[in-house]
């Protein structure tokens, strides 16, 4: 499913429109986005829980040269499956 897709679903079991099914996907997926650039957490009770990790700086091989190569340290984005969504 793409997010078309989702919008479409949305409109259709919310009783919405498609704009604005549009428009509420677009605000939860930024507020999600920029709680999780603060470092928070965001817990979907029966969903999932996004958190921030941190990945470790690593060894890493480029392909075309095969050569060694640092990978730096970040931050990723994570998701854990909540009880609710076991298919």
Do not use: Y
Not at 20 to 48: E, W
């Amino acid at each position: 499913m793409n997010k078309t897709e989702l919008v479409d679903a949305i409109a259709a079991q919310a009783g919405l429109t498609k704009v604005d099914a549009k428009k509420a996907l677009d605000a939860t997926l930024d507020a999600i986005t920029a709680a999780l650039k603060k470092g928070d957490k965001v817990a979907l009770i029966g969903f999932g829980t996004f958190s921030v990790t941190e990945r470790e700086a690593r060894m890493g091989i480029n392909p075309q040269t095969k050569k060694a190569i640092k990978i730096p340290a970040k931050k990723v984005a994570k998701f854990k499956a909540g009880a609710g969504l076991a298919i």
